[in-house]
């Protein structure tokens, strides 16, 4: 399944738990409004990190083979900024909502991305760039 069907189907398990069991609601307006922040963090997030494979001509697909090694711009503070902004909109998706019950949705994403994507896609680095990768990862967090 493509990250982006994991964030349109998180966001409306999201909903649906809010909908159905809004645990303990622990922020209220108009403090719920800096959910909006951080979700255009994480959308913007996402683009930028896109536009760092663009520039370096390799690929943006999940189950592709890469050919660069982009460790600059987002890159320098995340191995994974694109999956990163995901979960920014999904945590400001959670501050938006304000119950307790939709921040259970945020390690199901990280979970899924994990097994389904990011554990491949580092094992495929590792084989690529071998020491390269290995330096880069133990400098760089997977996630911040």
Do not use: Q
């Amino acid at each position: 399944m493509l990250p982006p069907v994991m964030l349109v189907m998180a966001i409306l398990l999201m909903i649906l738990v809010h909908a159905t069991v809004p645990l303990a609601r622990v922020i209220d307006s108009p403090y719920t409004y800096t959910g909006i922040v951080v979700i255009l963090m994480g959308m913007l997030t996402i683009p930028w990190a896109a536009s760092r494979f663009r520039e370096t001509h390799t690929t943006i697909n999940p189950f592709g083979e890469a050919t660069s090694l982009v460790t600059s711009g987002p890159y320098s503070i995340s191995r994974n900024p694109m999956y990163l902004g995901m979960l920014l909109i999904l945590a400001g998706l959670a501050i938006s909502l304000g119950t307790v019950s939709t921040l259970f949705v945020l390690p199901l994403f990280i979970g899924a991305v994990t097994k389904c994507h990011i554990a491949r896609e580092e094992n495929n680095l590792k084989r690529i760039f071998g020491d390269r990768y290995l330096m880069y990862r133990r400098t760089v967090r997977r996630w911040i």
